[in-house]
């Protein structure tokens, strides 16, 4: 296996896929996600930083290279002299795996392809499910993803899941602190959220959180709620859309209440650590989904009792999925129609009435 040219066709597509899409993201998102790709570009750790003007100059560069672009396109990847399509993830591992390595291809946010390539650390098999544990990355493109769902398996990104964790713990509300601090009290002794302390057990707290990206993986895969066929179609449907990230919200809150989820997993295990940074972490979902949990959890630092986790998110399951039965029976209907503009206005609609959305304040001008 010529490695040096695989990593190098890798590579291009990565830097194409980046090139077409990296319009989705706004001004401070696709910064941040440069500045990731910098890091892992030199290989630096997740808390170091280089001069901004050398930083400037790098990214000038990189947005040179994408206006080359223009009229490049995807390319086959060669192993074993034979050409494979850059999405057969599934061929392509069965002969790299053996090899050591690992390639991730698909479709993220807003259907953007994205690849990477990394080396194997371990493969094994967890409720029935392979899950790939993997290291060094030599392939990647703007998307830090420390976890994904590939060919019906898990795979645990462990470089990009550094430096994804520690932008959460750098850039986490002030509101999110206090469950950081319980969290690292019940794993190393260390409730104090200082950056030198955290920088020293951050390889420590990505050990447990880990935990919380298999099992949401393992509880997406699982979910019979939001079919993983149908939600696709929507994703397809509705991109770069407020239904888009309500769906992906609904798919998530699914996975991590699901009986072999992060959050029936920690309560089982009685891992307070585990319990902890998932909180911690979790401010992406939307308050009225994940608001009983949280005041559970505000109450689980005092007395630690299980039985509230437990209930509150019961009740936040049977609210996801009341609201995915919603979404659902709007989205056959539109389908039945062949109407997606008006199916995605239904479903806005309706979840701007159950306040899972907010509207955007109307902008009147004056009458002069």
């Known amino acids: 296996?010529?490695?040096?040219?695989?990593?190098?066709?890798?590579?291009?597509?990565?830097?194409?896929?980046?090139?077409?899409?990296?319009?989705?993201?706004?001004?401070?998102?696709?910064?941040?996600?440069?500045?990731?790709?910098?890091?892992?570009?030199?290989?630096?750790?997740?808390?170091?930083?280089?001069?901004?003007?050398?930083?400037?100059?790098?990214?000038?560069?990189?947005e040179e290279l994408w206006e080359s672009m223009a009229d490049a396109q995807f390319q086959p990847l060669t192993l074993a002299d034979n050409d494979f399509d850059a999405f057969d993830s599934r061929a392509i591992n069965a002969v790299l795996s053996p090899q050591g390595f690992f390639y991730g291809a698909g479709y993220a946010h807003s259907l953007k392809p994205t690849f990477f390539l990394a080396e194997i650390e371990q493969c094994q098999t967890i409720q029935e499910r392979t899950v790939w544990?993997?290291?060094?990355?030599?392939?990647?493109?703007?998307?830090?993803?420390?976890?994904?769902?590939?060919?019906?398996?898990?795979?645990?990104?462990?470089?990009a899941a550094r430096m994804f964790l520690w932008d959460q713990i750098a850039y986490m509300a002030n509101s999110a602190r206090p469950a950081l601090a319980f969290a690292l009290g019940a794993c190393c002794g260390l409730p104090d959220t200082s950056a030198a302390g955290l920088r020293r057990h951050l390889d420590t707290i990505l050990q447990v959180h880990q935990t919380t990206y298999l099992r949401h993986e393992l509880g997406e895969l699982e979910d019979r709620v939001f079919e993983r066929a149908t939600w696709r179609r929507m994703l397809a449907d509705f991109p770069h859309t407020p239904v888009e990230l309500l769906i992906r919200t609904l798919k998530d809150v699914l996975a991590d209440t699901a009986a072999c989820g992060p959050i029936a997993h920690f309560t089982r295990q009685r891992d307070k650590a585990g319990l902890g940074f998932?909180?911690?972490?979790?401010?992406?979902?939307?308050?009225?989904?994940?608001?009983?949990l949280k005041t559970s959890f505000e109450t689980f630092m005092q007395t630690e009792d299980w039985n509230e986790i437990d209930r509150a998110a019961s009740t936040v399951?049977?609210?996801?999925?009341?609201?995915?039965?919603?979404?659902?029976?709007?989205?056959?209907?539109?389908?039945?129609?062949?109407?997606?503009?008006?199916?995605?206005?239904?479903?806005?609609?309706?979840?701007?009435?159950?306040?899972?959305?907010?509207r955007k304040p109307e902008i009147t001008a004056e009458a002069p």
Request: proline share 2%.
């Open 1 to 62: 296996m010529n490695l040096t040219l695989l990593t190098r066709q890798i590579q291009h597509n990565c830097d194409l896929s980046d090139a077409r899409h990296g319009g989705i993201y706004s001004i401070c998102g696709l910064a941040m996600r440069l500045r990731d790709l910098y890091k892992w570009d030199h290989r630096m750790e997740p808390w170091q930083e280089h001069e901004a003007v050398r930083v400037l100059d790098w990214i000038g560069r990189r």
């Open 133 to 159: 544990r993997l290291g060094q990355e030599l392939a990647r493109d703007l998307l830090t993803l420390p976890a994904l769902s590939q060919d019906d398996q898990v795979v645990l990104r462990t470089q």
């Open 278 to 292: 998932y909180m911690a972490f979790s401010g992406g979902l939307t308050p009225l989904l994940f608001g009983e």
């Open 317 to 358: 399951r049977h609210k996801a999925a009341t609201y995915t039965n919603e979404v659902l029976a709007i989205y056959a209907a539109g389908n039945r129609k062949q109407d997606l503009s008006s199916t995605q206005k239904a479903i806005e609609e309706t979840l701007y009435e159950r306040g899972v959305m907010k």
